[in-house]
C-alpha cells in the first residue's frame, strides 16, 4: 500500500520542514510519496522544499500564486500511489493520524474518508470560522442528501484513481467543495473519521477568508444543479 501525500505550500517557510518530517516521522512502515507543490512562494519556502532530501520526496514549483486548487491539480498529474490525501504544510492536522483515515480505505470499506474534527473535542480557530464551516456543511447535507460533519476540513484521503477522475478544475480553496460535490453527485459515499485539529490564526498565517465561503457554497450549488465545476 503506497500513500500519496499532497502538500501544497503558499509562504510557508516556517513549517514546510517540521510538516514533512513529520509526515515521515509519524507513519514509520507506511510507503510514501510526499509531493510539494510551492506554489509561487515569497519567502524561504523554495530554497527549504528544495533542501530536503528525504524517500519518495518530490518537490514542484509554480512560478506564479495559482492557488491551493492549482496546486494540488499540478502534484495530482505525479501522483503515483494506491491512495491519496491532502495536507496542509501549516501542521494544523496531524499526520500521526494517517491510519484512522487510511484503514476504512484499505480494507474495502470506502473510496473517499474525511477527517472530523467536529467528531473530535477540538478548540476552534476562531467563531466566524468554525461557524462557517458548520454552515458549509449544512448545505452540503440539503444539496445532495449526505450527512458529513466536517465538509471543508483538508484531511480528505481517496483512493487516488477515483480522485484523478473527477476531472478536477479548481484553483483556489473551492478545491474541497468541487471533491465533495463531484463524489456526492457521484453517488460516492464519504466517510468520515474523528480527528485532531490544532489551529492558527490569521496572524501565523491563515490564508482562507469570507469570500471564500460563499464561491464554497456557489460552487457546491453549481455542481448539484450541472454536474460540473
Not at 28 to 45: K, M
Not at 100 to 111: C, D, H, V, Y
Request: charged letters at 25%.
Amino acid at each position: 500500500m503506497k500513500l500519496s501525500v499532497i502538500i501544497p505550500a503558499y509562504n510557508e517557510s516556517r513549517t514546510l520542514k517540521t510538516c514533512v518530517e513529520a509526515v515521515y516521522a509519524r507513519n514509520p512502515g507506511l510507503e510514501l510519496e510526499v509531493i510539494v507543490v510551492d506554489d509561487g512562494s515569497t519567502d524561504s519556502t523554495p530554497d527549504i522544499a528544495a533542501g530536503l532530501d528525504l524517500p519518495g520526496f518530490k518537490y514542484i514549483r509554480h512560478d506564479r500564486n495559482r492557488g491551493k486548487g492549482a496546486a494540488i491539480r499540478t502534484a495530482l498529474a505525479q501522483v503515483t500511489g494506491d491512495f491519496a490525501i491532502i495536507q496542509d504544510a501549516d501542521l494544523e492536522y496531524d499526520p500521526a493520524e494517517y491510519k484512522l483515515l487510511l484503514e476504512p480505505l484499505a480494507s474495502g470499506r470506502a473510496k473517499a474518508v474525511y477527517g472530523s474534527r467536529i467528531l473530535h473535542a477540538n478548540p476552534k480557530s476562531t467563531w466566524m470560522f468554525y461557524l462557517g464551516g458548520r454552515l458549509l456543511s449544512w448545505w452540503t447535507n440539503f444539496l445532495y442528501g449526505s450527512s458529513i460533519t466536517d465538509e471543508p476540513t483538508c484531511y480528505k484521503a481517496l483512493d487516488a484513481a477515483l480522485l484523478k477522475s473527477l476531472d478536477l478544475r479548481s484553483n483556489g480553496f473551492e478545491f474541497c467543495p468541487e471533491v465533495t460535490g463531484k463524489l456526492l453527485k457521484r453517488g460516492v459515499e464519504i466517510l468520515e473519521v474523528p480527528i485532531s485539529y490544532a489551529p492558527r490564526s490569521v496572524l501565523e498565517g491563515k490564508k482562507i477568508k469570507f469570500r471564500d465561503g460563499i464561491t464554497a457554497c456557489w460552487t457546491l450549488l453549481k455542481i448539484r444543479l450541472t454536474g460540473r465545476f
